[in-house]
């Protein structure tokens, strides 16, 4: 399986099996959902390049994981954000594929919608290297 696919299954897991993030959202998706109910995640685009060493298989993944709430402030997000990180530490290797590394490249917190329908978004982009195991 590529790193990109076995990578983004053990973040999903892992982001579901966080206790404090799942308390406050109602699920997190494997893509944006085209119609769930906020406060819910979602990991987004995965892009993997190759990354290494002499004997090491790796891959560089840039990965998108997005937060959406449906309120007027984006208080809530903050708590939510601060899970990610965690849970990301927390992600086991899948398929022969560990993460060596995660880091929060850039965030942004905005707006989305409009009218009664109206809420916040975070998204965070991560780069993650992993290698293969073995």
Same mark, same amino acid.
């Given at each position: 399986m590529s790193a990109e696919v076995a990578i =983004?299954?053990?973040v999903i897991a892992a982001l579901r099996e966080?206790?404090?993030?799942?308390?406050?959202?109602q699920? @997190?998706?494997?893509?944006?959902?085209?119609?769930? $109910? #906020?406060?819910? $995640?979602?990991?987004?685009e995965c892009l993997g390049? %190759?990354?290494?060493?002499? %004997? @090491?298989?790796? =891959?560089?993944?840039?990965?998108t994981i997005a937060l959406t709430v449906a309120e007027e402030a984006p208080a809530r997000l903050a708590g939510m954000m601060?899970?990610?990180?965690?849970?990301l530490g927390a992600a086991a290797g899948q398929d022969g594929w560990r993460i060596v590394s995660a880091r929060l490249l850039r965030? =942004?917190? #905005? =707006?989305?919608?409009s009218g009664?329908?109206?809420?916040?978004? #975070?998204?965070?982009d991560y780069r993650l290297r992993v290698v293969r195991a073995g």
């Amino acid at each position: 399986m590529s790193a990109e696919v076995a990578i =983004r299954a053990a973040v999903i897991a892992a982001l579901r099996e966080d206790a404090a993030l799942m308390a406050v959202a109602q699920g @997190v998706h494997d893509g944006e959902p085209g119609r769930a $109910a #906020a406060p819910h $995640a979602h990991v987004g685009e995965c892009l993997g390049s %190759d990354w290494g060493g002499k %004997d @090491v298989e790796g =891959r560089e993944l840039r990965l998108t994981i997005a937060l959406t709430v449906a309120e007027e402030a984006p208080a809530r997000l903050a708590g939510m954000m601060a899970r990610v990180e965690p849970a990301l530490g927390a992600a086991a290797g899948q398929d022969g594929w560990r993460i060596v590394s995660a880091r929060l490249l850039r965030s =942004r917190v #905005a =707006r989305s919608g409009s009218g009664a329908g109206a809420g916040w978004r #975070a998204v965070m982009d991560y780069r993650l290297r992993v290698v293969r195991a073995g």
